[in-house]
Each structure stands twice: as structure tokens, then as C-alpha cells.
């Protein structure tokens, strides 16, 4: 049952990061100043109903994984979700805030794109390990 939730939620997740990276975020520059800081406080505010269970539910699985059997694969799926927390803690949401504040300017949209492919990247690498090691 546990690597069944486990694979939703990488699943999941997997698509969402997906659907911001190619799609979402590209978008934010299409839009006015104005627009973008109307659109963004939504997206933000619905999106963390979203994301937020989802990651929080990925991150309870592999660290029961990780306390029922400490192997290398469990150890990888908590490594990959530390630097996902963090690039998102201290990389995303100071830009999502820049944006908030004062819909930020081409250079920031950019970083914002650009910086999302780590965590593109990792939760790619969740997924692929989920399958591969259940």
C-alpha cells in the first residue's frame, strides 16, 4: 500500500512540475504587470492546496520508507527531496515573493523558469527511483 501511494504521489507530482515548467511559468511574461500580480496571488494561493499535500505526503512516504528499510534507493529519495525542499524554500518562493510584491521584470520571470528545471529535475529523478526501486 505504501509504494502505491508512493508511486501517486511521484506521479502526480511529476505531472504538475511538468504542466509549471513547460507551460505555467513560460506564460507569466505574456502577461502585464498588473495582470501578472493579480494571477500570480491566485495561482500561489491554489496552488499550494495542490502542491502542498502532494509534497507533503511524498516526503511522510520516503522518510517511512527510508525508517522501515535504510537502503542506498531509500536514503537517493530522501536526498532528492531534501535539495527539492530546499531549492524550493530558498530559491522559488524568494522569487514567487519578488513576483507577488511587484510582478518582478523579464530578468526575474527568466530566473524563475531557468532555476524550476532543478526541481524539474529532481522530482523526475523521485519518480524515476519510485519505479525502479518498487
Given amino acids: 500500500m505504501l509504494e502505491l501511494a508512493r508511486h501517486l ?10 504542466i509549471v515548467q513547460l507551460a505555467i511559468y513560460p506564460s507569466f511574461q505574456f502577461m502585464s504587470t498588473e495582470q501578472l500580480i493579480q494571477w500570480h496571488a491566485k495561482y500561489t494561493e491554489r496552488m499550494a492546496w495542490i502542491a502542498g499535500p502532494l509534497i507533503l505526503l511524498q516526503t511522510t512516504i520516503v522518510s517511512i520508507q527510508i525508517a522501515q528499510e535504510t537502503s542506498a534507493i531509500h536514503i537517493l529519495s530522501g536526498c532528492v527531496v531534501g535539495v527539492t525542499w530546499m531549492l524550493t524554500y530558498f530559491v522559488s518562493i524568494p522569487l514567487h515573493r519578488a513576483i507577488s510584491q511587484d510582478g518582478a521584470g523579464p530578468v526575474v520571470l527568466k530566473k524563475l523558469v531557468d532555476t524550476n528545471w532543478y526541481r524539474t529535475i529532481c522530482w523526475s529523478v523521485l519518480f524515476a527511483i519510485g519505479w525502479w526501486a518498487n
Avoid: E, K, Q
Wanted: with cysteine; glycine share 0%.
Fill in 9 to 18: 504521489s511521484d506521479c502526480s507530482l511529476l505531472i504538475l512540475i511538468w
